[in-house]
């Protein structure tokens, strides 16, 4: 297949080294430049500063959609409606409702929307995944999460700190990864409850969120993700009535990936452990695409897909109207 990718950053970057053999034949960035320099890389790709050209190219097949968040539901609109199937990268939007069009076109065009939450994709997930899928660990009680990093100097000077291009902060980065692997391992959560708050850095968006989501299970995810972690960090806990599983790490500066089980044994005290350990190179971005191919060959629903996205923009959304009713009622 021919792809588009629009955005030309660091994550377009990713996405076209993990094409899987497919063509990158259109690249496209409002900076000609940026759009150029990765269009160089791949012979026979075009450059491109109009994403509305890039998504209506005839040849094009696919668009990869990795803008910042002001443009993501508008592009893979756009898209839609000049026939491409799309992966657009999280969060896929800045506000839940604007994915209700998204949603309602990909169906009635019969096309897929897939969802870049490319951390399903990591061996650790799978694997932990494949685990409780099979009963090992028992039911599952709740989740204990932690996802972070520090920022850099003028951090709150770039784009994220904006709040009409980022339409947030953490927890719409960071934090829609920890709730979309929360969902998946959990299923839906029907009670919201959270709180965000801007610590350290000086900009009108948070750099700290708290969640606590509530399965009809009671099942309880307990997250927070911070722009003031000073040593990257990532960590899932998984608790079961048989079992527990940690992940920790996702390579480079989070440190080695690993996945560990512990196991009760009948007469309780210390578990069985066994520990798996997945160094070397992301293959998140590579698999996600595999997937995505394999989502239009076969005609099926991309999982994750937009509504996926715009459940966890709705769990986003809540959280951030809960502070300000905190703020405003005195009771922060």
């Excluded at 700190?161 to 391992?185: C, F, K, N, V």
């Excluded at 399965?215 to 309880?220: E, F, I």
């Amino acid at each position: 297949m021919n792809v588009a990718i629009i955005g030309c950053g660091l994550i377009g970057h990713k996405r076209a080294k993990n094409l899987g053999g497919h063509t990158l034949l259109v690249a496209a960035d409002v900076m000609m430049d940026r759009a150029e320099s990765l269009a160089k890389q791949y012979p026979g790709a075009i450059a491109m500063q109009s994403w509305e050209a890039a998504v209506a190219h005839e040849s094009v097949d696919v668009v990869i959609v990795a803008t910042t968040p002001d443009n993501l539901a508008r592009v893979t609109l756009a898209a839609l409606q000049a026939g491409k199937h799309v992966l657009v990268d999280k969060p896929a939007a800045r506000h839940f409702e604007e994915l209700d069009s998204v949603i309602e076109l990909a169906k009635s065009k019969k096309l897929k929307v897939r969802t870049g939450f490319n951390h399903r994709f990591h061996p650790a997930m799978r694997k932990a995944k494949k685990i409780i899928d099979s009963g090992e660990i028992g039911q599952l009680m709740f989740i204990r999460g932690r996802y972070g990093h520090g920022g850099r100097l003028g951090y709150e000077k770039e784009w994220r700190a904006d709040p009409t291009i980022g339409g947030g902060g953490e927890l719409l980065d960071q934090g829609m990864h920890l709730i979309d692997l929360s969902r998946w391992y959990l299923g839906d959560f029907v009670h919201v409850d959270g709180y965000v708050k801007t610590y350290f850095w000086q900009m009108p968006v948070e750099d700290n969120g708290f969640m606590m989501l509530r399965t009809r299970k009671d099942q309880v995810a307990w997250l927070h993700v911070s722009w003031t972690e000073w040593k990257n960090t990532f960590s899932l806990e998984i608790y079961g009535q048989h079992g527990k599983l940690q992940i920790d790490g996702l390579g480079g500066s989070y440190g080695t990936e690993q996945l560990a089980l512990y196991k009760m044994h009948p007469q309780m005290g210390p578990p069985e452990t066994t520990i798996w350990q997945y160094p070397g190179e992301d293959q998140s971005w590579s698999l996600e695409f595999k997937e995505f191919v394999k989502d239009i060959e076969q005609d099926r629903e991309p999982d994750p897909n937009a509504s996926d996205a715009q459940e966890a923009l709705r769990i986003v959304n809540a959280i951030y109207e809960r502070t300000v009713a905190a703020v405003a009622g005195g009771t922060k």
